[in-house]
Structures are given as C-alpha cells and as structure tokens.
C-alpha cells in the first residue's frame, strides 16, 4: 500500500537558518504530493504540492522537489521566521478513493 | 463562513457515552471524508464518502460509524466513546475549488477528549 516517511522531530532552530524537513514515498504510479502545516491550535493548511515528477511546489518561502528517482519531496525553506513554527506533514494522493496518506507529522519550533 | 464547518470545536465526554461530530461544507463537493490526528500518528482515514448513497470504511473505522444525510453533511458517530478515542478529529472534502484545481479542504478540527 501507499505509505509516507517524514523526518521525525522535534526540530528546532533559530530564526534565518536553513530548514530540510525530509520525506520519503511509496507508492504504485504516479501519486501527487503536498506538504500540510497545522499552526498552533489550527486546523490544515496546504503549504504546497506537486503532481507530477520534477514539478517543484513553493509557497511563502517554502519549496519541494517532486523525485520520482529517489521517491522524495522534500521541503526546504531558506531563512526561517518564528511564525513558520508548527507541525508539517507530508501527504501523498494516489487511487480511485483520493485518499491522502499522510507521515506522522514534524514539529518544527523557531526561536528569535 | 467557513466552506467546511465541524461542530463541536472541542468536546468532553465519559467513557460509554454516544458522541456525534458534524460537519457541513459549503464547496458542492461530492467527496468527503473523516480523519483522526494523533500526535506522532499523522492522520489516518476513519469514513468517507462519494455521495449519500456511498459510505466506504477507511483504515480505522472500528468503534465509529458515519452518516451522509445530504451532499453537504457528513456525521461521525462514536455509539459507546473510550478513552483511546480521544484525539483530534478533520473534517474535509475533495473536489475542484474557485481556481479549477482540485484539492482537499479541511474543517478547523473537533478535539474531542474521552475521560
């Protein structure tokens, strides 16, 4: 079946320095994929997405490759600020149900 | 108003009671569906549902049932609550939004605790 492996937390960093979350997929085909973020005491919001391979998403600062060769989308932001702290989760969509197939989540804390 | 509506935003209750969570969107969208977020679980599929004739289980749908009584109302049942359900639980549909994309939209959560 689908499945998706996100970076584990927590991450912590100070304000302006380079953030990798990674994520790692599996799945049959051609699924599209997303990064969520869920801010403190929100609900989800898509962050960004991709749909096919090398598309790459970005979004407020935030960016992701889709690699169809090494199964990744992983997320990068080149200078982080205090209000990007929240959890990010990774999802992928695949099949006929259009079930998202989300990683566990990483909580991501920026300090000024 | 929001497009999807999940009411209770937060709710308490005790162990063997029936619980019902709502949720009500406004995008026109045939398909909608129920998560649960657990920290460090991610979200897991519970129900959902293509139209109201149309309820398929998700991945963990034991101790919950659901009800599709329109095509923009969707309800989660817990008939006899236990603590190991409490957890944070999404609301969300799928279909094509404002920019002729397609793409999932998410309530605001119900965080439900079961004491």
């Known amino acids: 079946g689908n499945s998706v492996t996100q970076m584990e937390g927590p991450v912590t960093l100070s304000e302006e320095a380079f953030l990798t979350i990674n994520c790692t997929y599996t799945a049959t085909g051609y699924p599209s994929l997303f990064w969520y973020v869920q801010y403190p005491g929100e609900g989800l919001q898509l962050l960004l997405k991709?749909?096919?391979?090398?598309d790459k998403g970005s979004n407020k600062g935030f960016e992701a490759t889709y690699r169809k060769e090494t199964t990744s989308f992983h997320l990068e932001k080149g200078s982080v600020q205090v209000s990007d702290s929240a959890v990010y989760f990774c999802a992928l969509l695949r099949g006929s149900n259009y079930k998202l197939t989300f990683g566990k989540g990483t909580l991501l804390t920026v300090n000024p | 108003d929001a497009d999807v509506t999940q009411t209770p935003r937060n709710r308490i209750t005790k162990t063997g009671k029936r619980i019902m969570l709502e949720c009500s969107q406004t995008?026109?969208?045939?398909?909608m569906y129920w998560y649960r977020q657990d920290p460090g679980l991610g979200l897991r599929l519970i129900y959902y549902s293509f139209d109201v004739k149309d309820i398929n289980k998700g991945e963990i749908s034991d101790g919950y049932s659901v009800s599709r009584q329109a095509q923009a109302k969707f309800s989660l049942s817990l008939e006899s609550a236990i603590p190991n359900q409490t957890a944070l639980y999404f609301c969300?549909?799928?279909?094509?939004?404002?920019?002729?994309?397609?793409?999932?939209?998410f309530g605001s959560g119900t965080r439900l605790t079961v004491v």
């Open positions: 995008k026109g969208h045939d398909r």
């Open positions: 991709a749909t096919k391979a090398d």
């Open positions: 969300a549909t799928f279909g094509r939004s404002g920019d002729g994309d397609y793409g999932y939209t």
